[in-house]
């Protein structure tokens, strides 16, 4: 079962990854691991990433997907993978699709978790984090004891840069001109699931598996059929 997940920042998306790797056991794959392991074991796909990131560049679409086409032709991930971060662009996309046809292989699920802009501004600029010990509350959903201050160690909690209201909105700005076309793309190729991510984690993770176990009962019946 080879699936990618889809969604904006703060959707949750890589939450439900890591739920569906455990449940199905395939690996999960983000491009930011991947990265990191060739440059730790200096590879040289990883020595060539190094030099675009050291340079502040980004590394090119071709480079990433080689090093995620030497990722996925690992031993664990004969039984799949789950995507996590990439593809984020139609190229990148286009890529991918071009080196799994080359190995006569395709993805077989695009899952998008699907949560309104207004939603995620409020999960993301709710987040207070202690910069001490490293705990994480959020305004509503999971306050201190104590406004302002950790339950775990006493100290003043904050909010990280990235979580503010300006940040976070730049952020779905930036996802849905460049990210959100990918939603078009896969339901354009007929793999694409949508769920409602507003819901609990626990509800999310459940239609998830219940659309991936929907399609792999129509996929297991036609396979009998043929």
């Excluded at 930011?32 to 980004?58: C, H, S, V, W």
């Excluded at 769920?195 to 792999?216: R, S, Y």
Aim: net charge negative; glycine share 8%.
């Amino acid at each position: 079962m080879k699936i990618i997940m889809l969604g904006a920042p703060g959707a949750g998306k890589g939450t439900q990854a890591k739920q569906i790797a455990s449940a199905y056991q395939i690996p999960h794959i983000s491009t930011g691991d991947i990265f990191r392991a060739n440059i730790k074991n200096k590879t040289p796909l990883g020595q060539k990433a190094k030099e675009y990131m050291d340079a502040g560049n980004l590394v090119p679409d071709e480079l990433t997907c080689d090093l995620l086409m030497d990722r996925i032709g690992q031993d664990d991930c004969r039984d799949g993978f789950i995507l996590d971060g990439f593809p984020r662009t139609i190229p990148q996309a286009q890529a991918l699709d071009q080196a799994l046809t080359a190995r006569k292989e395709s993805m077989d699920f695009a899952v998008n978790v699907d949560v309104p802009d207004e939603n995620i501004i409020r999960r993301m600029s709710g987040r207070r984090v202690c910069p001490n010990c490293g705990a994480t509350y959020h305004l509503t959903a999971l306050p201190p004891t104590k406004a302002g201050t950790c339950d775990a160690c006493g100290s003043e909690l904050v909010q990280r840069a990235d979580d503010s209201e300006a940040t976070v909105a730049n952020r779905l700005r930036v996802y849905h001109e460049q990210t959100q076309p990918l939603i078009d793309y896969y339901e354009r190729l007929g793999i694409l699931k949508t769920v409602d991510g507003t819901q609990p984690m626990d509800v999310v993770f459940a239609q998830i598996k219940a659309v991936l176990g929907k399609e792999l009962e129509v996929s297991n019946v036609e396979s009998r059929c043929d």
